[in-house]
């Protein structure tokens, strides 16, 4: 039998610290951990795609929830990505973050190969029927095969143990689509978005929380943005939602994936350490002025000091079409890399 508590809250896909030798620094992840706690986050999603699930071992991946589990000591739920190339891996994963006490797993649809919503199908109706902890469908097709709508209504409807998605397309109408779909015979199934920029209309239109990037380096913003939401305290929150998405595209496109939050987290006063996506020396250039720019946005909500050269002056109260020129430059960015 399924858990009876439906999947909710932000939960942080969090950034492995890595040691000077670019191993797993177990001391500052520790730490890590019990910061995101202390501040407010709802539950922990290691193992994903902040995470860089794909840049470690088998064995790695497995060293990351054991010491993420122990840390947490059940203080808040572990949604924990047990993504691997194949099914008969994956399972594995299952059975072993099972047996490590996780609240679910999370698994992306099979990636490199492209496949149908058939083969979709197959391949999570395979996991659903055999999965000994729930699981949440990770449905990202910027980077995977996309799981459509017939297909999550079909493996809801038939499989007890998926119990939730975790949508990062940030598409608000496919969203509604899935919600319509499925919460009619499964209505304790979870929808969880990864799409920061679009959390408060998702929670308003029925999420139940998100898997949001920013939360692990502004938790405190990313909490309370669900808070309001919820409440339906809806001028505080798109005020909010605002700032939180200067934070969100800064640490996502200035720089690749996801190396700007991890040089935000370091603002944080952490040692994310350097991650294992080797870069040019005009990349390292690049990346101390996206820390700059970034320092400055922290700066503006009191996470940290300005950096030495100062910031430039505030931008003052949100002006509608600087944010139509933004939401067009994101889209135009997303297009240009094939993920719009």
Request: aromatic residues 8%.
């Amino acid at each position: 039998m399924s858990h009876p508590e439906r999947l909710q809250g932000i939960f942080t896909p969090n950034i492995v610290p890595l040691d000077d030798a670019g191993e797993i620094n177990e001391g500052e992840l520790r730490r890590y951990v019990d910061w995101l706690i202390d501040h407010g986050v709802h539950g922990l999603y290691p193992n994903g795609s902040t995470g860089e699930f794909l840049r470690f071992t088998v064995e790695e991946r497995r060293r990351i929830i054991e010491i993420v589990v122990d840390q947490t000591r059940g203080r808040v739920p572990i949604l924990a990505g047990a993504a691997e190339a194949n099914v008969k891996e994956t399972l594995r994963a299952c059975e072993y973050y099972c047996g490590l006490g996780v609240r679910a797993v999370a698994i992306v649809a099979p990636y490199y190969f492209k496949l149908s919503p058939e083969s979709v199908y197959a391949y999570f109706k395979e996991i659903g029927d055999n999965t000994p902890v729930d699981v949440t469908l990770y449905n990202i097709p910027m980077f995977a095969s996309p799981i459509d709508v017939p297909t999550i209504q079909r493996l809801a409807d038939e499989c007890p143990r998926i119990v939730a998605i975790k949508d990062s397309s940030g598409d608000l109408p496919n969203m509604i689509r899935m919600i319509a779909a499925v919460r009619p015979n499964r209505p304790e199934f979870s929808f969880l978005t990864g799409w920061d920029a679009a959390l408060m209309p998702m929670l308003l239109i029925g999420c139940d929380g998100g898997t949001n990037a920013t939360s692990g380096v502004v938790p405190e913003i990313t909490r309370k943005l669900y808070d309001l939401s919820v409440a339906h305290k809806i001028d505080e929150a798109r005020d909010l939602q605002y700032r939180l998405l200067k934070l969100f595209d800064a640490m996502l496109y200035t720089a690749e994936f996801p190396e700007g939050f991890r040089a935000a987290l370091r603002l944080r006063g952490f040692q994310p350490g350097v991650g294992r996506q080797p870069m040019s020396p005009n990349q390292r250039v690049e990346l101390d002025a996206v820390s700059d720019n970034l320092q400055c946005l922290l700066a503006e909500e009191g996470f940290t000091g300005e950096p030495l050269g100062g910031c430039p002056a505030g931008s003052g109260p949100v002006d509608p079409e600087q944010v139509e020129t933004i939401v067009q430059g994101v889209l135009a960015e997303l297009r240009r890399r094939g993920m719009a």
